[in-house]
């Protein structure tokens, strides 16, 4: 995943052609979008020390 997202962050700041292959486009972005959102929540719950029952009940 992150070999995807650091192609898509290099070509969108630096505009290399040799990266446009290797970015993460359309339907595939928005999965990768949603899981990085899934993931940062489920780390925020759990810094707020948020047990794995109260995790699932509000996900």
């Known amino acids: 995943?992150?070999?995807?997202?650091?192609s898509l962050?290099?070509?969108?700041?630096h505009f290399d052609e040799?990266?446009?292959k290797k970015a993460?486009?359309?339907?595939?972005?928005?999965?990768?979008t949603k899981l990085l959102i899934i993931m940062i929540e489920y780390y925020l719950m759990t810094e707020l020390e948020l047990?794995?029952?109260?995790?699932?009940k509000i996900c």
Do not use: D, P, R
């Open 1 to 6: 995943m992150s070999n995807f997202l650091g």
């Open 9 to 13: 962050q290099n070509y969108n700041t």
């Open 18 to 20: 040799k990266l446009k």
């Open 24 to 32: 993460v486009k359309g339907e595939h972005l928005i999965q990768l």
């Open 51 to 56: 047990n794995e029952e109260m995790i699932i």
